[in-house]
């Protein structure tokens, strides 16, 4: 009994710190960049660059100051692009396109440079993440149900020329909302991650998972590697990898092709969790990230295949 209670206070522990943390992280982007975009359209400004970048966004089927969210996502990560998201008028249909396209090409200059310490180019790693980004964009125009446009997800709390002050209340009342209802999703998040670690649960599960490696283009042996990263983030599951390749257990060209995986899909739990806490279907959330690293991965295999003689790892 006295065991099963220090589990408990373990995990108790363990899940509450997490998510204060992570909260905390959490706030002190959502917060600014939020304030930031929306006394940005308070003062017109916003208006402005929409008309700007209209053509380019138009192409993936999304207002203006979209790019605003695709480059607050890129630069930073997912919690600005949410921020960003939660201060603009955008249907659904808009905020499930730059979700993936945010969810392929976030946090690029960290994530970069990590793919780079494990043998990865980085321009090539950059340059694929921002492509593909683009690309399922544009094909995510293409085939959502047209029933997503007619779904309002926000409404802009700042319009301009509008009164200041009422304009501040109502930020603050709906980024102290969307603000709390993301924490839920974390506090879930952050308890099932523990329970796995707790119960060595990712261990067991990877050894089932060599035939889905298999689809993907991947060593079987790259399943334990795959759940961590998808779980604890790319950034915290590098470590895991570089220690693979350091030790022998992973090729430099192998892990390169990993990192293909990755650069598109990765973190399939945390990130879906948060997009899906703005209520985005996981559905759109995942599938296409899988489908596209499917095709990013066989396509460089099909490429080493053709010209061998640049089988060397990170080349452009």
Known sequence: MNFLQQNVRKIARTTLKRTI???????K???????????????????KIAVVLRPLMRLLGLPGEAALVYISGALLNN?????VMSSMNLSLRDATILAVMCLISHNL??????MKSIGSSALKMALLRIGTAIVGGFLLNLILPASFAQIQLFSASATANS?????MASWALSTLKLTARIIVYILALMFAQTLLEQFNLMEWLSKWLGWLMRLFGLEPSMGFMWIVINIVGYAYGAGIIKAARDEGRMTLQEGDLFN???AISHSLLEDTVLYAAISIPVLWLIVPRLALAVVVVWGERLRRYLFRRSLKAGVV
């Open 29 to 47: 982007i959502m917060v600014p960049v939020s304030l930031l975009v929306t006394l940005l359209g308070w003062s017109g400004l916003l208006a």
């Open 163 to 167: 009164a200041f002050w009422p304009t």
């Open 109 to 114: 200059l960290v994530e970069t440079a990590v």
């Open 21 to 27: 943390d992570t909260s905390w992280f959490l706030i």
């Open 260 to 262: 293909h995986h990755a």
């Open 79 to 83: 919690y600005s692009s949410i921020a």
